[in-house]
């Protein structure tokens, strides 16, 4: 694929979808945007927001009014809010901040156009001025460099007048009240028409670059406000984002052209393999049908097992899970046929830290929608996380014990370790999980030591040295691990059982400085000195073995054994 692949472009966006929901999901409450109903993934998509799944017949809040710049009707309600927060169009703060957003990856023609959709006219022809005055810039910079001048700098040019008619075409724009206005309106019109048919810029051929669309789409759309059809070109223009097409029409339809318009999208997306979808439907079971259909249009397992691995399905999702587990079986494949051992070691540990964060939240949220509403609201005011989806009427929603069971689905557990490192003298095992169930944790010496000791927890006795730089391997220290974590638990309410997972240990040994060992030879020191041994040896590092350590079992490219 190209840089500029529409596909790459449409995965870049999918991906900015996903750390936006993650993001208004993991904040504090007392920090949650107001508008935000949703806990995850599964639930964030525009249509289980506004609520398509549980009323299609209710206006589920909706309030109509007219907008005296744009002179249209414009929808509005507490659910529609929350779906425009899934698709980037309104910011935690304002709308200003979005456009910030959009011109900060130099994309003005798209901060213009969504400040037209929001009926301010005067923050578009802004957003357009500073495109002007950047492409301005580019062109002056490149002058004093004393190169010729190029044919895409005379482009520039002429692309940079052709923002300043545009800007001047919606400065003009007035919402028709009188038949005076009706005059100056068609004057406009024809302006604006002759605009579109004479600048190359803004053809249709030229409108399959990045940013030129918008520019056409928010003529078109002032061109054909209020009439029956003039929403039309702008929902169905696949040029523009799919997210900013759903914002548009989650602030120009009524619910039910809202609801049959989603349902249309969904339709198309599925027949496509456009994984863009997933806005509207969230990480549910439509979604997952999204992302088979991407899969299987353009074989990218990586995508659709990253995307999948980032929620924790219901266990009755069986279908799902059986994707999930194919998808995630073929990308682990896929890394070990192209020995990125590390990568794949990476993917499945990062994988388990996601998803332990995931189920702890969602416990959280179930344990929040279980409070007294007068707890919830001491809770809030303390800054801790508790946050429940209003309902239409009113209502709030009571998990079942089904749910409840869902929201604690268990996360398959590390493969556990077959092998232990031991001491030579008291035949002790030295991993962690091991040493802290041991009765002498508390041992007085212990609570004086640092936190990596040099020598045997239990026997004192020193431990083995490195084969390279003759420094005892570290250890551990117990109590020391053990004291942390129970600090931890009683600083964030965690559950006791967090005590015998070694992965909620926060270790004072870096992976560098680790126990490795031959399966042969026996012999090993720390991993990052052993790593600079093997770059340039084959055999073991102590005097006299002649093991090939580094090739252990590794076979060549005829299939030979090398050892």
């Known amino acids: 694929n190209t840089v500029n692949d529409p596909k790459n472009e449409e995965l870049i966006r999918v991906w900015r979808w996903i750390e936006r929901v993650e993001g208004l999901c993991s904040v504090e409450t007392g920090q949650m945007n107001d508008e935000w109903y949703a806990k995850g993934l599964l639930d964030a998509g525009v249509y289980k927001l506004l609520r398509m799944d549980v009323s299609s017949s209710s206006t589920a809040g909706d309030s109509v009014s007219k907008s005296s710049t744009l002179g249209c009707n414009v929808y509005d309600s507490s659910l529609r809010r929350s779906a425009l927060n899934a698709c980037g169009l309104v910011g935690k703060f304002s709308l200003r901040d979005v ?7 130099g994309n003005y023609e798209r901060s213009a156009a969504l400040a037209v959709f929001h009926g301010d006219l005067g923050a578009a022809v802004a957003a357009l001025q500073r495109g002007v005055d950047r492409i301005k810039l580019t062109i002056t910079e490149e002058r004093e460099s004393e190169k010729p001048e190029t044919e895409v700098a005379q482009s520039s040019a002429q692309y940079a007048e052709t ?16 038949a005076e206005d009706a005059n100056s ?3 406009w019109r024809i302006s604006c028409e002759g605009l579109l048919q004479q600048r190359q810029d803004l053809s249709s051929e030229k409108a399959r670059t990045a940013n030129v669309p918008y520019l056409r789409a928010m003529l078109l759309f002032l061109l054909n406000v209020g009439k029956a059809d003039g929403l039309d070109k702008i929902l169905h223009d696949e040029m523009l984002s799919l997210s900013d097409r759903v914002a548009f029409a989650c602030m120009f339809l009524s619910r039910a052209e809202l609801q049959k318009y989603l349902l249309d999208s969904i339709e198309k997306c599925k027949n496509d393999g456009s994984l863009e979808g997933l806005v509207i439907t969230g990480l549910d079971q439509r979604g997952f049908q999204l992302l088979q259909s991407f899969a299987d249009l353009y074989s990218d ?16 999702w069986s279908v799902e899970r059986a994707m999930c587990s194919e998808w995630l079986d073929n990308y ?69 014990g089904k749910q409840q069971g869902e929201d604690s689905t268990d996360i398959v557990a590390n493969c556990p370790p077959q092998l232990f490192a031991r001491c030579n003298y008291c035949n002790t095992s030295l991993p962690l999980s091991r040493l802290s169930r041991q009765e002498n944790i508390a041992s007085g010496w212990l609570s004086r030591q640092k936190p990596v000791l040099s020598c045997c927890p239990s ?7 490195c084969a390279l730089c003759l420094l005892p391997l570290g250890c551990l220290n117990p109590y020391m691990e053990l004291k942390r974590e129970r600090n931890r638990i009683s600083r964030t309410g965690a559950s006791q059982g967090n005590l015998d997972d070694l992965s909620s240990l926060s270790s004072s040994i870096p992976f560098a400085e680790w126990f490795t060992w031959c399966m042969s030879c026996k012999h090993g020191g720390h991993a990052h000195h052993l790593v600079g041994w093997f770059a340039k040896h084959d055999a073991c590092p102590v ?8 090739f252990d079992g590794i076979q060549t490219g005829n299939g030979s054994a090398t050892n």
């Open 332 to 400: 682990r494949d896929l890394l070990n046929t192209f020995s990125m051992w590390q990568s794949r070691a990476m993917f499945d540990v990062g994988r388990a830290e996601l998803l332990r964060s995931v189920r702890d939240r969602q416990a959280e949220d179930a344990s929040a929608t279980l409070m007294p509403v007068g707890a919830m609201s001491r809770n809030a005011s303390q800054g801790r996380r508790g946050y429940t989806a209003p309902q239409p009427g009113g209502a709030r929603p009571q998990p079942t």
């Open 163 to 178: 923002l300043q008619l545009v800007g001047m075409c919606i400065a003009g724009f007035r919402a028709p009240s009188n």
């Open 459 to 465: 026997c004192k006795k020193p431990l083995p040295r």
């Open 301 to 316: 397992c990586q995508s659709v097992a990253l995307i999948s691995s980032r929620v924790i399905l219901p266990p009755n």
């Open 185 to 187: 309106a068609a004057v």
């Open 543 to 550: 005097s006299g073995c002649n093991c090939r350590c580094q």
């Open 99 to 105: 456009l910030a957003e959009a011109e900060s990856f």
